[in-house]
């Protein structure tokens, strides 16, 4: 029996939208794609200033928040991926928001 590898192309992100409540990534094959903020910590606690600070990175295959440190790629929100940081990082993290 033979198989057949099926090659999966993983659309670009054109677009970013930061509710309170749901990260949204308009995708340039017509989707729409939108996960709980809850998934990404950071995003949750950002203000909206910091979740309006996005830019597309790898030609659309990842969007990055500079003020936040995080990296979120389309790939990963396809396959459903939150976000894979430790509780004791997150600590740290709002820890230096809280003294910064």
């Known amino acids: 029996m033979t198989t057949s590898?099926?090659?999966?192309?993983v659309?670009?992100?054109?677009?970013?939208?930061?509710?309170?409540?749901?990260l949204t990534v308009e995708l340039n094959d017509g989707r729409t794609i939108s996960v709980p903020l809850a998934w990404y910590p950071r995003l949750l606690h950002a203000t909206p200033e910091e979740r309006?600070?996005?830019?597309l990175i790898g030609k659309g295959q990842g969007i990055h928040w500079e003020d936040l440190d995080e990296d979120i790629s389309v790939e990963g929100l396809?396959?459903?991926?939150?976000?894979?940081?430790?509780?004791?990082?997150?600590?740290?993290?709002?820890?230096?928001r809280v003294k910064g």
């Open 5 to 9: 590898k099926v090659e999966i192309k």
């Open 11 to 22: 659309p670009d992100a054109i677009g970013v939208a930061v509710t309170d409540e749901a």
């Open 52 to 55: 309006g600070n996005w830019r």
């Open 78 to 96: 396809l396959a459903g991926r939150q976000s894979g940081e430790s509780q004791a990082s997150l600590k740290r993290w709002l820890e230096r």
